[in-house]
């Protein structure tokens, strides 16, 4: 069964923008914490950003500071994230995370997770 579901993503041209969408189907309750990371070819999936449950934290990887924002819709059960002045370098599948249970920028700490969906990124 599908936990979470991603869509937004899609081919970019550098400094070019996207916005990835996340929904919790059948969630009433909000997630404590939910996160986006990202899985590039040959490399581990890294964190990307993180909100808490109403919004009222924030945190950035150190390489999306300032391109990239992440929001959430509680009423909706949707999490967003909003990238511009994208880099090549930010090609990767995009996955949705949520119920934190440990540090928030391990991967193993969420609970739930999305099929990812796919940002390319070209010179």
């Known amino acids: 069964q599908v936990q979470l579901v991603e869509s937004g993503g899609g081919y970019v041209q550098a400094g070019g923008s996207l916005r990835l969408s996340c929904a919790a189907p059948?969630?009433?309750?909000?997630?404590?914490?939910m996160a986006w990371f990202r899985k590039a070819p040959g490399k581990e999936r890294e964190f990307v950003a993180a909100i808490s449950w109403n919004g009222g934290y924030t945190d950035n990887a150190t390489s999306v500071k300032g391109r990239f924002t992440i929001s959430r819709d509680n009423a909706k059960n949707t999490v967003s994230l909003q990238m511009n002045s994208l880099k090549p370098e930010d090609t990767a599948v995009y996955y949705c995370?949520?119920?934190?249970?440990?540090?928030?920028?391990?991967?193993?700490?969420?609970?739930?997770w999305g099929q990812g969906t796919l940002v390319t990124v070209s010179s």
């Open positions: 059948g969630r009433t309750c909000s997630s404590p914490t």
């Open positions: 995370a949520a119920d934190r249970s440990g540090g928030y920028r391990t991967p193993n700490a969420y609970g739930y």
